[in-house]
């Protein structure tokens, strides 16, 4: 459906996407995951057309963006971070100036118009002025101009900035039922929302693709490993010759542990073995009592912060083979989402007080 062949894009000497390829099939919803800067939006305005790349080429349902730009697309409709919103319209007007741009049959208009207002619930502000309505609601005019025409494909750049809680619930059901009728594409920053969300994920970091799956996999493939975790009753010498006579063992660490007499080992072994039967028989046989074991898949976060971490590329090839859980981090991570959505609640305030302002006014 959307094919994406050796993307480059510079900008003078900055290499914003970097020899980018990957394909998009039908029907499923898609997530474009990276930090900011990563090239997202590069990429999302390549692929609609808005922006020419510096090498490569796009190919829609068939068709090459820059050579049949006109067929390419009518296949897609595309919400920019900075939705194209004419703020001294209303939405029932902004639609109808959306479906003429688009070239739907007039006849066909006030229909198709109420059912896409009806679907991202906005049939109750279609008479007011879009300056007066509130951030959440001004995206859910983006949405339904971007769904003009019953495009098959819908691509959205993080189409939840600047939301509160509440919206960003709101519009992920709406992204989800979009998902049932249309291939849906969606660029976010924010993992929670890629994983909540979509059937498939790529992820993307200084402008190449990093790795891409569906969510569960990736957790599993992109590090191919299990991560056992141990407290063991015993000397670190012992524990330590014990560990290397075990072939399915891929790689172990041996730390200090809080509990007396004891050391915490972390243990690496490929995907499919579980050595956890093992490991006790072995322990055991040697007189050094296993107190504590667990096992921990390494979760969507781990990949991301790994794959996506400043580090030279030699470094992050490394990331991706040998990987251990970096619980920090992802509290970090936990934090940013937190601080970025009160940010979003203070501008969705900050618009409803101007609409009340506003609303006084008249
Ligand atoms: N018009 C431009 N001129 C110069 N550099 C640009 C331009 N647009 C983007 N860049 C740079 O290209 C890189 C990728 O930017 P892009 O906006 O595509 O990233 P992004 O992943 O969408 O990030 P964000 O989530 O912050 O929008 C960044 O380093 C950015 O500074």
């Given amino acids: 459906m959307i094919e994406v062949k050796n993307l480059v894009k510079r900008y003078g000497g900055h290499t914003a996407v970097n020899d980018l390829s990957f394909e998009v099939e039908e029907g499923q919803i898609y997530g474009f995951l990276g930090p900011n800067g990563a090239g997202k939006s590069t990429t999302m305005n390549i692929i609609t057309g808005y922006l020419a790349p510096s090498e490569g080429q796009v190919l829609i349902n068939g068709h090459d963006m820059f050579e049949e730009p006109e067929?390419?697309?009518?296949?897609?409709?595309?919400?920019?971070?900075?939705?194209?919103?004419?703020?001294?319209?209303?939405?029932?007007?902004?639609?109808?100036?959306?479906?003429?741009?688009?070239?739907?049959?007039?006849?066909?208009?006030?229909?198709?118009?109420?059912?896409?207002?009806?679907?991202t619930k906005i049939l109750d502000v279609k008479d007011r002025l879009i300056r007066n309505l509130s951030k959440g609601y001004r995206q859910r005019v983006g949405l339904a101009q971007a769904l003009i025409g019953y495009p098959p494909v819908i691509i959205l750049d993080e189409p939840t900035v600047g939301?509160?809680?509440?919206?960003?619930?709101?519009?992920?059901?709406?992204?989800?039922?979009?998902?049932?009728?249309?291939?849906?594409?969606l660029s976010s920053h924010i993992l929670s929302e890629v994983s909540a969300v979509c059937d498939f994920v790529m992820i993307i970091s200084r402008g190449e693709l990093v790795a891409s799956d569906t969510?569960?996999?990736?957790?599993?493939?992109?590090l191919g490993s299990n991560v056992l975790e141990l407290t063991v009753k015993g000397a670190k010498e012992k524990v330590e010759q014990i560990l290397k006579g075990m072939e399915q063992i891929r790689e172990f660490e041996i730390h200090s542990s809080t509990t007396p007499d004891c050391v915490a080992v972390t243990i690496k072994t490929n995907e499919m073995v579980d050595l956890r039967e093992d490991l006790s028989y072995e322990f055991a046989g040697e007189r050094c009592p296993i107190l504590e074991m667990k096992q921990s898949n390494m979760s969507l976060e781990d990949v991301f912060l790994e794959l996506t971490a400043?580090?030279?590329?030699?470094?992050?090839?490394?990331?991706?083979?040998?990987?251990?859980?970096?619980r920090k981090k992802k509290e970090e991570l936990t934090i940013a989402e937190e601080v970025e959505q009160e940010a979003g609640i203070r501008e969705e305030s900050a618009d409803s007080e101007t609409e009340q302002k506003q609303e006084v006014e008249k």
Avoid: W
């Fill in 215 to 222: 969510p569960d996999n990736l957790s599993k493939l992109v």
């Fill in 310 to 326: 400043e580090q030279p590329k030699a470094e992050a090839e490394k990331a991706k083979r040998s990987l251990f859980r970096r």
């Fill in 71 to 119: 067929e390419a697309k009518k296949c897609i409709g595309y919400l920019p971070e900075q939705p194209p919103l004419y703020m001294d319209m209303t939405p029932l007007e902004y639609l109808n100036f959306c479906a003429e741009l688009k070239g739907v049959e007039k006849e066909k208009r006030p229909e198709m118009i109420r059912e896409i207002m009806g679907r």
């Fill in 163 to 185: 939301l509160d809680p509440k919206q960003i619930i709101e519009i992920r059901d709406l992204i989800k039922d979009l998902g049932k009728h249309h291939t849906v594409i």
